[in-house]
């Protein structure tokens, strides 16, 4: 489908299409198998300018949007869940900064960020507090110009590589949710520390670590809006950061599905190719459609975002819900096809369906979409 792309969106697209085939896809099987972080993807990826594809002129960026960063995150992840999601991680570390920050921290970290100098990451999930965000227990005490962080994060993506952390924690328990506020940590601050690099399923090429405070003490200019907003900003920046989740899982899919198609021309059955046969055709032509109107749902999205439109949470969630069950769906469907060898690592599809599980459960699961878009949608008939 024609989706009216402008030149620079066009631009980005095939900019990172090519990067996908001709640096990420090669070595996409390596860092699965190894879990090896890929910097030298991460310096090519730099030098194309695509780090600030979603940031502002003024902070060294290419002044697009979220639409942008989505075209070069589907890209991406055609070649490969695990490494996109470096890149794309990134962005979710900003975009507290981006939303709420002020004109000193965004002069002070987007610019490195932008230009791939530095990589970024947003700490939110523990142990006791994944779906119900509200249950942190990372405190930041306030003495003097500082405040002093404690507690642990769980699975962050980038935990370790990335420089810039956003993270969320309870400056006064007795207020609950609307007690936690945001700050921005350094890597190399003393007192954060990182723990080990976990076994993952999927997307191995990711880097997925706890981040650990212990009397971690940073200056109050670290602040993001102000306390009490720490909620307020992760939610808002996941009503940002949801499309690039889908745009992971439409590239996942598509990526899967392209596999499917070549192989299917390829293999013989009873004296025929297996995409002579109706059954193959069927799953072809569905995986297909649903690939497509994930992308589409996606893409509106984004559009929504960069928009400016501020009661996004719904679309936003449905995005996201939408693309990441279907990334599951088509996957799987991809190694169907393949049949026996899809079973096995000698060939590609098998890699992206273990990548397609997380889009499902990371930035909030799909089951805390679907009351993300219940509860939006019952608040939207009060106001009928």
């Not at 920046?237 to 990526?255: C, K, N």
Request: hydrophobic letters at 40%.
């Amino acid at each position: 489908m024609d989706y009216l792309l402008t030149e620079q969106q066009i631009m980005i697209r095939d900019l990172a299409r090519q990067i996908a085939q001709e640096k990420i896809a090669p070595v996409a099987a390596h860092h699965d198998e190894t879990g090896e972080f890929p910097w030298g993807i991460m310096k090519i990826i730099a030098e194309s300018d695509l780090f600030g594809v979603f940031i502002e002129e003024k902070y060294g960026g290419t002044g697009g949007g979220v639409m942008d960063l989505v075209l070069a995150t589907e890209e991406f992840s055609k070649a490969c869940g695990g490494i996109a999601v470096c890149y794309a991680a990134t962005a979710l570390g900003a975009f507290p900064i981006i939303l709420y920050g002020s004109e000193e921290q965004k002069k002070k970290y987007l610019p490195d960020i932008a230009k791939g100098k530095k990589l970024a990451a947003f700490g939110l999930t523990e142990a006791g507090a994944g779906s119900d965000a509200g249950a942190i227990a990372t405190t930041a005490k306030k003495s003097g110009d500082h405040y002093i962080l404690n507690g642990t994060k769980q699975w962050i993506t980038n935990g370790g590589e990335a420089e810039v952390y956003t993270v969320v924690a309870i400056t006064d328990k007795t207020k609950g949710s609307r007690g936690a506020s945001a700050f921005i940590v350094e890597k190399g601050t003393p007192g954060f520390e990182f723990g080990k690099k976990e076994n993952k399923m999927g997307i191995r090429a990711s880097a997925t670590r706890e981040l650990v405070f212990n009397d971690c003490k940073i200056p109050k200019e670290n602040l993001i809006a102000k306390e009490g907003y720490g909620f307020i900003v992760a939610m808002k920046t996941f009503d940002q950061s949801r499309p690039g989740i889908g745009a992971q899982a439409v590239g996942i899919a598509q990526g899967a599905l392209d596999h499917a198609i070549k192989y299917a021309k390829e293999r013989v059955q009873f004296e025929k190719p297996i995409s002579s046969f109706q059954g193959v055709q069927f799953m072809l032509a569905d995986m297909s459609t649903q690939v497509e109107a994930a992308r589409a749902l996606v893409y509106a999205t984004a559009r929504m975002v960069d928009a400016g439109i501020k009661d996004i949470s719904r679309a936003s969630a449905q995005a996201k819900l939408f693309a990441s069950d279907m990334c599951m769906k088509v996957t799987t469907d991809a190694v169907q096809i393949f049949g026996g060898y899809g079973y096995m690592k000698e060939y590609p599809v098998e890699k992206y369906m273990r990548d397609a599980k997380i889009t499902q459960i990371y930035e909030g699961t799909n089951q805390i979409q679907r009351g993300v878009i219940a509860s939006n949608l019952i608040k939207e008939s009060l106001k009928k």
